[in-house]
């Protein structure tokens, strides 16, 4: 014999209802079945506010009957159009009737207390049950039952404890006698959720009761398992309404199906378990929308699972009280006292944490507790309270999570990768918990993070891929070409384990954003058609309601306004990587700040393409570092620009020819004095300097400006070359000089022994500087270990693709820095 319980949006509609009638006449087909159903999905709400505004004396309370009789007169003429059953219609009209009686009582003594709101809710389950027996009868024999008749209870209404050693006679005797003697068994349907005391009142067992009642009526009928069918798969890992990437969880034992449904799971009532795990019969859990999945198993054993965790869920509208003051420290029965103070006032705890020191005791209660609670404390340590020995703390809105697990128990580390994952993304931990058993590891948070915290935990356990969002602001040539080389090698890095998404997209005039991510070959048209104009305040507020755990922020800028909204976009939670130079150049206590909040959040900074675009430059030094090696000097041509115009300068044709040549190729900046002016070559090397510890801002550095002073100011436009040629005669005698010595000409930046220069330099012709070409940047770092022969980096330093190449290469170092 099996148990087959249905509720929600199970029972929500005729539709529903063909469907749950055609799983039932299955189930019948193999073994015999009792049924247990609830009310239609939204009832019992709908009868309890009608009961809510009728002791109000409000007399909308008229309107909503109504509307609860159209509902189910409604459902009958659904599904019985071609078999109207009169005996039916009788019995649903008598029932309603009822109800109105009963809600007119309410009114006209403006008094509902609980009693009257059992009787009034019973109403759902029993119409629900009629109806749904008597479409079973069109088929196959049916019988409706009211649980009123076999489970008793107490007298403690609204949430009822059922005398299990009565009820359970009676269901056996009622159920032995309904399938004896009969060749073709009747099916048995029976109201969910409602009991009755041995006088015969009305109770019920507590909200989501119907669960119960299918695990009671199985327990005494020692059935072959109990189904609990619903509107999803299974018991889910997480709610998926918060984590996307939740799935089912094939199996669970007693105890951690106990532990998850008592911490929010909502596919399961916390108190059907017990009547189950005393009989050890199997609860299994199943969708009525998609019958053939495997559902969710919960028994005494489960099969082997390889991870530790094997689900998490959340309590919400929950409020950490708590109680510390010298005046408890080594005192005797001060634990004694809160809780019995609780308990007298009707308060229930949901979770307690203590420091060994004595001096705080901190515990969770329901919201809805909250100053009940506090007003039963002030009571029993009025004393204390009065004499500041003792104080009360609150906070409210907060969240319980709950990880779950029987794997959990003697495995080292699961605590370290929960805190770890929730504290690398600013979450912070206002109270713990863990039992004995280590079955179960709960934490207390702000609501607000709620989400985070589930996914972030979700993915430290459960991901088999390392998840990245980015967030790219900036598609000119290196955002538009880094975007192509992500869609390029997406089969690349879900090969290796990753799953990156562009999740939004900005320039300076318009953002898209997504969860699900933007398709890096469509994005043009994406960002075309997005409604929303860029303003920095609002894509970060933005960017923060998107609740993102491993994101990044991809600036491919060369704004210092992006730049300094980095703080923000790092409390928003999010990685930084970048060729934006000037992040790394802010003046000293500016980029302290910044290192500060980067560190202070446990958020990464990659920005190798800084220096060099696409060379290995960052990299290399922080290895050299980082091996123990000491850095003597660093040395090098950090302008493509620069490199090309000296690469090419040889006395046939005057230097500002060359610059403009260079220009006319689109090897400068538009405003070519800014490669001139040596600025860019001096950033770069101030960047290597803070690498080695420097405490050094640009004014430090001494900088050979090529432009000549007369020249500096005002809008640049063609004619400056023109201007330019009064210096053509100096270069040329630089040059000479140079060649004299048997030398070259080089833009270099340098650093040695707390110096810093870029300026012109001569090199004999042999030297690793004068083989460079084209836009060339080359690097040499002399160390104690390179003192004979510099460590040499050379090769493109400028253009889109290599740049590209360097930002991608700093997201790919940033995934492998990700823990799982």
């Known amino acids: 014999m099996k148990i087959l319980k249905f509720g929600g949006s199970s029972v929500s509609n005729a539709e529903r209802i063909r469907e749950v009638t055609r799983i039932i006449l299955e189930s019948a087909k193999k073994e015999p079945s009792i049924i247990v159903v609830s009310a239609f999905q939204g009832i019992t709400?709908?009868?309890?506010?009608?009961?809510?505004?009728?002791?109000?004396?409000?007399?909308?309370?008229?309107?909503?009957?109504?509307?609860?009789?159209?509902?189910h007169e409604s459902m009958v003429s659904s599904l019985f159009k071609n078999h109207r059953n009169r005996t039916l219609d009788s019995e649903i009209n008598q029932l309603l009737g009822e109800l109105h009686d009963v809600l007119h009582g309410i009114n006209l003594l403006r008094h509902a207390p609980e009693r009257s709101l059992d009787l009034t809710a019973s109403f759902g389950e029993r119409l629900s049950t009629l109806i749904l027996s008597a479409f079973i009868n069109i088929k196959r024999t049916s019988v409706p039952v009211d649980a009123r008749d076999m489970?008793?209870?107490?007298?403690?209404?609204?949430?009822?404890?059922?005398?299990?050693d009565k009820t359970n006679v009676v269901i056996r005797r009622y159920f032995n006698r309904l399938f004896s003697h009969r060749k073709r068994l009747p099916i048995p349907v029976v109201t969910g959720f409602i009991a009755s005391t041995e006088d015969g009142r009305t109770t019920t067992l507590g909200?989501?009761?119907?669960?119960?009642?299918?695990?009671?009526?199985?327990?005494?009928?020692?059935?072959?398992v109990v189904e609990?069918?619903?509107?999803?798969?299974?018991?889910?890992?997480?709610?998926?309404?918060?984590?996307?990437?939740?799935?089912?969880?094939?199996?669970?034992?007693?105890?951690?199906?106990?532990?998850?449904?008592?911490?929010?799971?909502?596919?399961?009532?916390?108190?059907?378990?017990?009547?189950?795990?005393a009989e050890k019969i199997p609860i299994l859990i199943k969708n009525t929308l998609n019958p053939s999945a495997p559902g969710t198993l919960i028994s005494e054993s489960t099969e082997t699972w390889e991870g530790s965790a094997k689900g998490m869920s959340s309590v919400d509208q929950v409020s950490l009280l708590t109680i510390r003051g010298l005046g408890m420290v080594g005192v005797h029965g001060t634990a004694e006292r809160l809780f019995r103070a609780l308990a007298t006032a009707g308060v229930n705890i949901i979770l307690i944490s203590q420091a060994s020191s004595e001096h705080t005791i901190c515990f969770a209660v329901s919201s809805a507790d909250t100053d009940r609670a506090c007003e039963a404390i002030r009571n029993e340590f009025h004393y204390e309270v009065?004499?500041?020995?003792?104080?009360?703390?609150?906070?409210?809105?907060?969240?319980?999570?709950?990880?779950?697990?029987?794997?959990?128990q003697g495995t080292p580390g699961v605590s370290g990768r929960v805190f770890s994952a929730v504290g690398r993304n600013a979450i912070n931990v206002n109270a713990i918990a863990q039992g004995g058993s280590e079955l179960n590891i709960s934490f207390v948070i702000d609501g607000s993070q709620r989400v985070r915290a589930l996914n972030v935990v979700h993915e430290a356990f459960f991901e088999k891929r390392k998840k990245l969002a980015l967030i790219i602001i900036g598609v000119g040539n290196i955002g538009s070409t880094l975007l192509k080389q992500l869609h390029q090698q997406r089969k690349f890095l879900i090969e290796n384990g990753f799953d990156v998404r562009v999740c939004g997209i900005s320039n300076s005039k318009q953002y898209v954003l997504s969860n699900e991510g933007i398709d890096p070959g469509e994005w043009r048209k994406a960002l075309d058609t997005s409604p929303y104009r860029f303003n920095p305040d609002e894509f970060i507020n933005q960017i923060t309601k998107m609740e993102l755990t491993n994101a990044a922020l991809v600036d491919c800028t060369a704004s210092s306004e992006i730049v300094d909204r980095y703080p923000d976009f790092v409390r928003a939670n999010m990685h930084i990587v970048t060729p934006n130079k000037k992040a790394n150049v802010l003046p000293w206590k500016r980029y302290q700040e910044l290192m500060d909040v980067l560190r202070k959040r446990q958020k990464f900074f990659f920005y190798e393409a800084n220096v060099g675009a696409g060379?290995?430059?960052?990299?290399?030094?922080?290895?050299?570092?980082?091996?123990g090696d000491t850095v003597i000097k660093i040395e090098g041509i950090f302008s493509g620009t620069l490199s090309y115009i000296f690469n090419c300068y040889d006395g046939n044709r005057p230097f500002s020819a060359l610059l403009r040549e260079a220009h006319t190729l689109g090897y400068t900046e538009p405003d070519p004095r800014d490669d001139l002016s040596g600025q860019d070559v001096a950033r770069k090397i101030l960047i290597l300097a803070r690498q080695l510890g420097l405490q050094m801002d640009l004014d430090d550095i001494y900088i050979q400006n090529l432009v000549p002073p007369r020249l500096r100011s005002g809008k640049f436009s063609m004619g400056f070359f023109k201007?330019?040629?009064?210096?053509?005669?100096?270069?040329?005698?630089?040059?000479?000089?140079?060649?004299?010595?048997?030398?070259?000409?080089?833009?270099?930046?340098?650093?040695?022994n707390g110096a810093a220069r870029a300026e012109i330099k001569e090199y004999p012709s042999n030297h690793p500087f004068a083989s460079t070409k084209d836009t060339d940047n080359i690097i040499a770092f002399t160390t104690q270990r390179y003192a004979k022969t510099p460590l040499v980096i050379q090769g493109p330093g400028a253009g889109a693709d290599v740049t590209a190449m360097g930002v991608f290469s700093d997201i790919r170092k940033l995934l492998y820095y990700l823990p799982f």
């Open 615 to 627: 060379l290995p430059v960052i990299s290399t030094l922080q290895d050299l570092m980082a091996s």
């Open 151 to 164: 489970i008793i209870t107490d007298d403690q209404f609204t949430h009822a404890a059922v005398q299990f």
């Open 723 to 752: 201007s330019l040629r009064d210096t053509d005669a100096a270069f040329e005698r630089l040059l000479s000089e140079a060649r004299s010595h048997g030398s070259i000409l080089r833009y270099v930046g340098w650093l040695s």
């Open 45 to 71: 709400n709908q009868l309890l506010e009608c009961a809510a505004l009728a002791e109000a004396g409000n007399p909308t309370y008229g309107k909503l009957y109504a509307k609860i009789v159209k509902r």
């Open 228 to 277: 609990i069918w619903t509107d999803v798969d299974g018991v889910m890992s997480a709610d998926p309404r918060a984590v996307p990437s939740a799935f089912v969880i094939p199996r669970l034992s007693y105890e951690e199906a106990m532990e998850m449904s008592f911490f929010g799971a909502k596919v399961l009532h916390s108190a059907t378990i017990a009547p189950a795990v």
């Open 386 to 408: 009065q004499n500041n020995l003792t104080v009360i703390d609150v906070r409210k809105d907060q969240t319980i999570i709950a990880v779950v697990g029987e794997n959990m």
């Open 207 to 224: 909200r989501n009761g119907s669960d119960y009642t299918a695990a009671i009526i199985g327990a005494a009928m020692h059935a072959s």
